[in-house]
């Protein structure tokens, strides 16, 4: 049986949806007011709620994760090397090109995935001028180290947390760490409303700052004090996400529940990411094989029997055909041996809250006869 879209089959994560009812309720409202964006009533109501569950500060709402970043890095006007992992979906090196600096790939520890702070701190320059991690799958960096190395050289640090929602390391948000974080609420996220992103800063300033960046640099009905972008969050976002804030406990609880199944019954058979978190989302359940033949035996097998796997991520951005071409010279001198070996071997297996467990059965099954 070849994969296909449809009915029975497993895709790798499914996007959480209220009941259509809830989202109606505030739909009316949307249509009673007719405000649908521009800092509604809703947008308000989901950045107080979230500063509230993720226990942070000034949390910013916007339209997307990609373009969080991208205010991320344009509020401090940096010229540039961006030290960053290759481990990563393609927006975290591409928003780095796309602000005009360059990308400067750091190996990743085999264990956690994440970027390794003594590579870090090997291919740091005069050049450089910031630091831009990621919690790959929501697993905390070694966020003490990359801090003392960022104080040590003057960087700034910015951590891409678009996997790591609820994320907490040592009982404190990871999101309060490096001098900005962003989230990604993409339709695949743990939480999501549809598309969106936030942005969290610790120092007040700043924070009003990226407001205006957000909004076209607009301060009042007269003045345009910077110039902006349109990165606002809508209404229909909003209510989204306050729809899926209220049982978002209950659907992380869920995918632990999978997530350890998992782990519990291909224990002999893969290997798993080391978590350091104190408090995980279970957003993603990555398996890596012994190597490249039986990682792509296992990709084809579940495929064959109706599961779609993703081998996330593969390749490394850093391996990009238009990457490639015009940056041959940084490939060869960022020895990647680590991020591409794990690249090679990987897999995200299927998680979702209402993944069925005879389906976690299935996709373990497959797995167990690779050879």
Known sequence: MSFREGKGAITVTKSDLP????????????????WLTNNGEFVVLLEKKLTEYLKVKNLLLVSNGTLALQLVLKAFKLK?????TPFTFAATTNVIMWEGLKPVFADIDP?????????????ITDKTVAILAVHVYGNPCYVDELEKIAHKHSLKLFYDSAHAFGVEYENQSILNYGDLSTLSFHATKVFNTIEGGAIIAKDED????????????????????????NAKMNEFQAVMGLCNLEDIDEKIQKRKKIYEYYTKELFNHVKFQKIIASKHNYGYMPVYFENIKKRDRAYSELIENGIKPRKYFFPLTANFDYFKKSRADLIKICNLEKASDISN?????????????????????VIKKIR
């Not at 009941?19 to 007719?34: A, C």
């Not at 956690?112 to 291919?123: A, Q």
């Not at 297996?349 to 299935?362: A, H």
């Open 80 to 84: 540039g090397e961006v030290i960053t």
């Open 206 to 229: 700043l924070a009003e700052k990226l407001r205006l960046l957000r909004n076209h640099g607009i301060k009042s009905e007269h003045e345009v004090v910077v110039p902006g972008i």
């Open 345 to 365: 071997r990987i897999l995200c297996l299927p998680i979702y809250p209402d993944l069925e467990m005879e389906n976690v059965d299935r996709a373990i099954n």
């Open 19 to 34: 009941p259509l009812g809830k989202y109606v309720q505030y739909l009316e409202k949307i249509w009673s007011s007719r």
């Open 111 to 123: 264990y956690t995935f994440n970027i390794d702070p003594k590579d870090v701190e090997r291919k």
